[in-house]
């Protein structure tokens, strides 16, 4: 049995389908020493070599995934690299080996909140794709002045953007400032700048946006900006039956895994490191 080979690089954790699709047309994909072209299908016994690296042997096919939340600080950029020096979201996860983090979509260079990161690239794929419908909840911060109750109507019925029609599936009015009034918004699509755009539709700026959840994963309370954390067993299942798929592996912890876990929660209430 074959299977396309950026799926198989994705399943790797290398990165995410598209970006591997983008790296094999730019010829950093080799299969048993010959450059990999786009279509190429793979069996389970090929060796796969990736910017000449080997990325397949027979333990990593039974690597256990890992899944990790991260709060994003503002002024961080969500790309591994940047031609402006600029921290990057990837500068604060911890280490892997032979193995990569994909992000499971990105928020802008202004935005704060819940990120997802995992070693699964199908499952990342999955979280990301429209037809799945995840919830990603916001809650944001707006001139009060600028805002009424048509205005709210409009943005949950829907309103045109450039790119195609785009609406806020719940908004709900949340506490208010002198000058500012806060909203609890939620979509179900991963357009670029997406909540920003809705707002500018109807001429109001948003001043400050944070991500507070994507889908059943919440950002926790004491989950600091900068600060990650492990996903346990029994909330990895959760975010693969959201993207209705199976683990490709047991999920389950070993004793020293969860003292582990419980040491750096405990860590994170007091505030104190990763």
């Known amino acids: 049995m074959t299977e396309k080979l950026h799926k198989v690089l994705a399943d790797l954790g290398v990165g995410s389908r598209r970006e591997m699709e983008r790296w094999i047309s730019a010829n950093r994909v080799k299969v048993n020493g010959v450059i990999a072209t786009l279509g190429d299908r793979v069996g389970e016994h090929e060796t796969i070599v990736v910017d000449g690296h080997n990325v397949r042997d027979s333990q990593t096919k039974k690597k256990r995934p890992r899944i990790i939340i991260y709060h994003k600080p503002e002024g961080e950029i969500t790309s591994r690299k940047d031609p402006e020096g600029r921290k990057s979201v990837f500068d ?52 009060a002045t600028e805002v009424d109750e048509a205005m709210l109507k409009r943005l949950v019925e829907g309103v045109e953007l450039e790119d195609g029609p785009a609406n806020f599936t719940r908004l709900a009015a949340m506490r208010g400032e002198s000058v500012n009034r806060w909203f609890s918004v939620s979509l179900t699509e991963g357009k670029n700048r997406e909540v920003r755009r809705l707002w500018e539709s109807q001429g109001v700026m948003v001043n400050r946006l944070k991500r507070v959840a994507y889908g059943s994963v919440v950002l926790p309370s004491f989950l600091g900006q900068g600060r990650w954390l492990e996903l346990t067993p029994k909330e990895m299942k959760g975010v693969y039956r959201m993207a209705n798929l199976k683990p490709k592996a047991d999920l389950s912890w070993l004793p020293s895994e969860v003292e582990r876990y419980e040491r750096q929660v405990a860590r994170l209430r007091r505030g104190g490191n990763k």
């Open 92 to 143: 604060s996860l911890p280490s892997l080996n032979k193995e990569r983090w994909v992000s499971v979509g990105r928020l802008d260079f202004n935005t704060a909140g819940l990120m997802i990161f995992t070693t699964d690239g199908e499952l990342a794929n999955e979280l990301m794709h429209p037809r799945n419908q995840i919830e990603r909840e916001y809650v944001c911060r707006v001139m």
